[in-house]
Each structure stands twice: as structure tokens, then as C-alpha cells.
């Protein structure tokens, strides 16, 4: 069984900082690809970002490059999401995701199999 614990949502301003924590708890053994997933209120779920296991392999999804950075701690299921300069358009609410692979390189845009439960930011103009 796994899960995964977020924590580091709320409000800020416009051009605020934030940062998201995830945790995915697992098997000593297990090697994930973590990411963060996200969805605004009246819109479809979508792709923010996604590091491996390694921390090699790193995507993210246009809007949010030059202002977002994903890492993750060494030897571990657990990743950080540095989110700056936030706009409006980036309120939603934030979920974590993992994903086991066979490659330490293993950075997915989608396939995804654990999600957390959400947490909320919100950007207040």
C-alpha cells in the first residue's frame, strides 16, 4: 500500500512564493517518480511537473517553467515543489502523484498509478 502525504498549500498573493512537500510512503525498497498534478476549479486535471528517482530526468509543463522547480531528496520518496512569481491562473487545487519504474530516469507526463488527496493554493489577485 502506498501513500502519499502532501503538505505546504494556502494563500498568497500574487507574486508570492510557495512551496509543496510530498511524501510517499512505501516498502523501504520502493522507487518512485514523484510529481504534481493539478486542477482548477471548472477544468480538467493537468500535468505540472515530474522528477525521477535519480533526479536526472525533470519535465514540466510549459506555463509553469522559469517560475516552478521540482527536487526531491536523495534516496528518498519524498519531493519538494518551489512554486514563484505566482499568478491567479496557477489557484487549484495540487496533487501529489508516484509512480514506480524500472529506470532511476523514469520521468512520466502521465500513467501515474498513486495520487494524494490535494492540497489547496490560491492566488489572490
Known amino acids: 500500500q502506498v501513500q502519499l502525504a502532501e503538505s505546504g498549500g494556502g494563500l498568497v498573493q500574487t507574486g508570492g512564493s510557495l512551496t509543496l512537500s510530498c511524501t510517499a510512503s512505501?516498502?523501504?525498497?520502493?522507487?518512485?517518480?514523484l510529481g504534481w498534478f493539478r486542477q482548477a476549479p471548472g477544468k480538467e486535471r493537468e500535468f505540472v511537473a515530474t522528477?525521477?528517482?535519480?533526479?536526472?530526468?525533470?519535465v514540466y509543463t510549459d506555463s509553469v517553467k522559469g517560475r516552478f522547480t521540482i527536487s526531491r531528496e536523495d534516496g528518498k520518496n519524498t519531493a519538494y515543489l518551489r512554486m514563484n512569481n505566482l499568478k491567479p491562473e496557477d489557484t487549484a487545487v495540487y496533487y501529489c502523484?508516484?509512480?514506480?519504474?524500472?529506470?532511476?530516469?523514469?520521468?512520466?507526463?502521465?500513467?501515474?498509478?498513486?495520487w494524494g488527496q490535494g492540497t489547496q493554493v490560491t492566488v489572490s489577485f
Open positions: 502523484v508516484a509512480d514506480g519504474s524500472l529506470s532511476e530516469d523514469y520521468a512520466p507526463r502521465t500513467g501515474y498509478h498513486f
Open positions: 512505501a516498502r523501504p525498497s520502493s522507487r518512485f517518480a
Open positions: 522528477i525521477s528517482w535519480s533526479g536526472r530526468g525533470i
